[in-house]
């Protein structure tokens, strides 16, 4: 009996996901979890370092900046634009020569990884006071510390990812999904086992733990499948070449975006201990349905629009599968910008409100949510932009933007911050208006690139949505007030949970309702999510599509969950 069940668990795990709907679902369900897990983890760091060690936690925050810059620019930059692709058209042709360029690849992003892994290990002090000038003495040694630790877990999540990568070349999409829930388990435990003992060194050790799970997890089935890892430079592999030539506009984009990450602790660390520590709880909020629908339908739908740029006759094709993901993506962002608009308060004292996280915190918290809220839509919305680029194989057009979009936060960002003294809050804003610009910018030089999509394909749907929106932010603060005033106790975080979720359906129903009033057509659409979890195991029984960039829901920064 119990041989049964572990053999009809391995089929399970070990199945193909073949179609669209079945990765996006998984994906879905584990960006989920994941960012669930992700929430729980900071309030367990708000509750453990907040009271007097604020500092630590936000060289904790600090140290994951240049190991996750490394890997973002070696490992991402290959995985997103360029691995995925080559391997999988080997694959199809010629199982051996995709397997050894699977090696070669490995070997020389593990070969490139060490070297610079190496200099920052040792160089890891002044390269840490270029990043946090203002941090204290005492704050620097222990960031460099720090740093020195994560470049053992990136050296995990190198490997790793690049299993997720092959993985999902052979339609296996449930492991990889699951391994980034482990990742926040293994930071969970560390916070809970060993920060008594070691203080802020058991969350980073709890990191490289995670870590190791990530690739432990996905192990088995890579060799199941064929993976047998000979150490090779495969320098002379055309599959090879091609992978190096293929990541590099992708790889500048992502050093771009590093920019912003490097100076959110630039400017955090001449602020007040605890800032930086702020500022990512409040991201890490706001990031949640940006991962859930953004990043997931933006993957689903990118191996679809490849397949309608191989001639000008799918470009009408093309233009109804962008619609469709695009008004998809605001019709489930839109009101989630709302509910963390109004329900900002409750939401932060829920997620970071340990009794150590003082009221002052958690104010400067929630207005910092209240913020980036309003670019929630902006930065889903960029997730599918970008891969309808990257479809039409253009990728210089999202860098060229992608630059511009990180001088303009550069310059708000030292101006809010500098110049009026907004602080926590004029890095939310900077990022905000950054975000929103990006995606403002991406959708007119598409919407040209594509000879112009019908406005009243999606202006007129875009203001229906705005609309119920609005009235759906109404119909969460009237409940909210009227249980905060005068039914709920909310200095009990039991019954913060009873408001949140009564007001969150207060206002899910309005919205579906008014969905329905003004004929929005994506209501049709969002009720059918809801048959996929009747129907859960059957998902995982359809065609044929991989995934973009796999990483993205697995990398190591701990705001990406």
Known sequence: MVGKLFKTGGRFFSSKQNSILSAAFILMMAVMISRVLGLVRNRLLAGTFFGGQEWQLDAYYAAFTLPDMIFQLIVLGALSSAFIPVYSSYLKKNEDEAW??????????????????????IFAYPLSSLIAPNFPSESLLVMTKLTRV????QLFFLVSNFFTGILQSHQRFLLPAIAPILYNLGIISGIVLLAPQFGIYGPAIGVVVGALLHLLVQLPLVKKIGFAYKPRLGLNLKGVRKIGKLMIPRTLALAVSQIEAVLAVFLGSAMVAGSISIFNFAQSIYALPIGLFGLTIGQAAFPMLSKETDDESNLMQFKNLFLSSFKQILYLTLPSSALLLVLRVPLVRIVVGAKTFPWEATLLTSQAVAILALSVAAQAVIQLLVRSFYALQDTKT???????????????????????????????????????????????????????LPISEWGLPIFKMLIATVLTGVSLWLPMRLLDRFILDTTRTINLLVLTVVAGACGFIVYLVFSKILQIKELDQFLKIFEKFGAWRKVFDESEEVLAEPSAISQSAPLQE
């Open 150 to 153: 994560m470049l053992l877990a």
């Open 398 to 452: 999202p860098l060229f933007i992608g630059m511009v979009s990180v001088l303009t936060n550069v310059v708000l960002s030292f101006y809010f911050v500098n110049s009026l003294k907004f602080g926590v809050i004029g890095l939310a804003l900077s990022f905000t208006l950054a975000g929103i610009f990006q995606a403002i910018l991406l959708f007119s030089f598409l919407n040209k690139k594509i000879h112009y």
């Open 100 to 121: 050894q360029i699977s090696y070669g690849v490995i070997t020389l992003a593990i070969i490139g990884f060490s070297l610079l892994s190496i200099v920052i290990f």
